[in-house]
């Protein structure tokens, strides 16, 4: 691994110094182009061309020329330095393929490693999954029994706005009873106690109510924390069995023989 690092990071060093001897190469062939141009449009001028004119100072040396030596060193200087380069590059090339075939069955052996794992981990993630599938199966069905519960304890509340109705009319009505009418009897006393057992089921009804409610809740938070878990699970599954296996199976480890022997290069269809 660490001759495949140090091969990796002299090979990045080459493709920078290849760029750079490119870049001035380019540069250097842009510039002598433009010259060129320049001369051609220099040479085709005479007495009779048009925008001739004088110019002042003309007969002078420009302070960043160069002289016809250093012109010539430094085109050669590119070539040689791209030259040099080139041959490091053969040169790197042919210690690449020597690591590549070092490591070739090395990458194969790890390669059936990680199958075994990726099968393995792919077992366990869908039995997690599916024991998951069956609890949340099972939180359905509370929440469905709660949520009939509900159904049921509003249903009942919701009967005791009647007798609760008659109940406070009755009072109410018997209070214009004239005089000595106004009497506090067995009936007066039946129906405060009626209002008290109707207004204390109620409430009590009321307070199941509630308690269901927040079961209900909770269930409903449940259920949502085993969907979003049972979807984490399915992408998991997705993206090993899905994506990466097939993607791993079309990876070529070699280029060669039956050996198991580094043919050097890399294949056109390698997924790099």
């Not at 290849?18 to 060129?36: G, I, M, T």
């Not at 269901?212 to 984490?232: S, T, Y």
């Not at 097939?246 to 039956?258: A, E, H, T, V």
């Amino acid at each position: 691994m660490a001759l495949l690092t140090r091969t990796l990071e002299e090979t990045t060093e080459q493709i920078r110094l290849n760029r750079s001897a490119k870049y001035n190469l380019e540069k250097d062939l842009k510039d002598k182009f433009v010259a060129l141009t320049i001369d051609d449009i220099c040479f085709s001028l005479n007495n009779n061309s048009p925008n001739i004119k004088y110019s002042e100072n003309v007969v002078r040396v420009e302070p960043n020329s160069v002289s016809l030596e250093d012109w010539l060193d430094f085109s050669n200087t590119n070539v040689e330095k791209a030259d040099k380069q080139r041959n490091n590059s053969l040169t790197l090339k042919a210690l690449v393929d020597r690591v590549l075939s070092q490591t070739a069955n090395d990458l194969r052996k790890q390669c059936d490693v990680v199958d075994t794992a990726f099968k393995n981990g792919l077992k366990e993630t869908k039995d997690a999954r599916d024991k998951l599938a069956v609890h949340l199966a099972k939180v359905m069905e509370e929440i469905a029994s709660q949520e009939k519960n509900v159904t049921v304890l509003e249903k009942a509340i919701l009967d005791q706005e009647g007798p609760a109705k008659v109940a406070h009319t009755r009072l109410e009505t018997r209070t214009y009873r004239p005089n000595v009418e106004l009497c506090r009897d067995v009936a007066q006393y039946r129906l405060i106690k009626e209002v008290q057992d109707i207004t204390h089921n109620v409430a009590r009804l009321n307070e199941t109510l509630a308690q269901a409610q927040v079961e209900l809740k909770g269930l409903n938070r449940r259920q949502l924390a085993l969907q979003e878990e049972i979807q984490v699970k399915e992408n998991t599954i997705y993206i090993d069995e899905v994506l990466c296996m097939p993607m791993r199976k079309s990876i070529p480890l070699r280029d060669g023989d039956d050996h198991g022997e580094w043919a050097g290069g890399l294949r056109p269809d390698a997924v790099c």
